[in-house]
Nanobody, 115 residues
């Protein structure tokens, strides 16, 4: 069973940047998609970005132009580069992987944007 571990969360000031990582415990058969979600306090979990092993990316309007998703299949790690962070970006961030047969989830990492 593949395990995903997110890291890189923390406290950052508005306008700052963070890079989240999502590391898989073992190899995942290509092709697959990695999807990033976030769940603000008291709200639902929303999809914010995705990337396929083929390199296709998609972003929610709320993060487009500020967040960049990438994937290093050799390192079994995906990244979410977040810039120009706002208070409303405060949330628990999750990654998931869908390989066409199984879906795997991480436990999340907290991002807090506050001065």
């Amino acid at each position: 069973q593949v395990q995903l571990t997110e890291s890189g969360g923390g406290l950052v000031q508005p306008g700052g940047s963070l890079r989240l990582s999502c590391a898989a415990s073992e190899a995942i058969f290509i092709p697959y998609s990695m999807v990033w979600y976030r769940q603000p306090p008291g709200k639902r979990r929303d999809l914010i970005a995705s990337i396929t092993t083929g390199g296709s990316t998609n972003y929610a309007d709320s993060v487009k132009g500020r967040f960049t998703v990438s994937l290093d299949t050799a390192e079994r790690t995906g990244y979410l580069q977040m810039s120009s962070l706002k208070a409303e970006d405060t949330a628990v961030y999750y990654c998931s992987v869908w390989d066409g047969g199984e879906e795997y989830w991480g436990k999340g990492t907290q991002v807090t944007v506050s001065s």
